[in-house]
T-cell receptor, first 123, second 118 residues
Framework: GAVVSQHPSRVICKSGTSVKIECRSLDFQATTMFWYRQFPKQSLMLMATSNEGSKATYEQGVEKDKFLINHASLTLSTLTVTSAHPEDSSFYIC???????????????????FGPGTRLTVL | AQKITQTQPGMFVQEKEAVTLDCTYDTSDQSYGLFWYKQPSSGEMIFLIYQGSYDEQNATEGRYSLNFQKARKSANLVISASQLGDSAMYFCAMREGGRYNQGGKLIFGQGTELSVKP
């Protein structure tokens, strides 16, 4: 099956520093990647949609200058949390959509493949 | 605007019994997809099952089945023969557009925490 990796899996940083999280599709090309944020015991909240070679589309209420997204290639998208503060501490998950038609089984299938997530703690 | 609602914050089930996790949705689109994901404590999102809005039959994947009632806009997940390893958060999600709208974003419900008792 398709594999998406995230790096780092866990990061602890001081308030005011910037943190970069990488999302890679390892065995397929992803024209679209999504970034989600999840607080403990809560749902995944979509932050932005990232398309290769173009600017990301941010959801309402998400600060684009705070959360910089770059989709430089068909296999890599990065999320940079700039000037991080304790309230930015969260679990960040990316997902990637496979380019082109996906052969789906009788029950359909998930065409978004999720990374394992990155736990960010800002002190 | 599309919306997903899961009204059960937590559920308990005895091992080997079946359990139903509720999900209702709202959308103005005629074409959409419904998904269920499992999230164990490790945080990874595990795809379980998919139902397309035009699929005539309810989706099934092993011990998972989706009770799709289009008129009621509900897509409940049924887990048969619960196992201890089924203990996790379960999320219902919706994507507008047809089955090949791979670029469409997923909107998630609030989640249900399932605990399987031995």
């Amino acid at each position: 099956g398709a594999v998406v990796s995230q790096h780092p899996s866990r990061v602890i940083c001081k308030s005011g520093t910037s943190v970069k999280i990488e999302c890679r599709s390892l065995d397929f090309q992803a024209t679209t990647m999504f970034w989600y944020r999840q607080f403990p015991k809560q749902s995944l909240m979509l932050m932005a949609t990232s398309n290769e070679g173009s600017k990301a589309t941010y959801e309402q209420g998400v600060e684009k200058d705070k959360f910089l997204i770059n989709h430089a290639s068909l296999t890599l998208s990065t999320l940079t949390v700039t000037s991080a503060h304790p309230e930015d501490s969260s679990f960040y998950i990316c997902s990637a959509s496979r380019q082109g038609a996906v052969r789906l089984g009788p029950s359909g299938g998930s065409t978004q493949y999720f990374g394992p997530g990155t736990r960010l703690t800002v002190l | 605007a599309q919306k997903i609602t899961q009204t059960q914050p937590g559920m308990f089930v005895q091992e080997k019994e079946a359990v139903t996790l509720d999900c209702t949705y709202d959308t103005s689109d005629q074409s959409y997809g419904l998904f269920w994901y499992k999230q164990p404590s490790s945080g990874e999102m595990i795809f379980l099952i998919y139902q397309g809005s035009y699929d005539e039959q309810n989706a099934t994947e092993g011990r998972y089945s989706l009770n799709f009632q289009k008129a009621r806009k509900s897509a409940n997940l049924v887990i048969s023969a619960s196992q201890l390893g089924d203990s996790a958060m379960y999320f219902c999600a919706m994507r507008e557009g047809g089955r090949y709208n791979q670029g469409g974003k997923l909107i998630f419900g609030q989640g249900t925490e399932l605990s399987v008792k031995p």
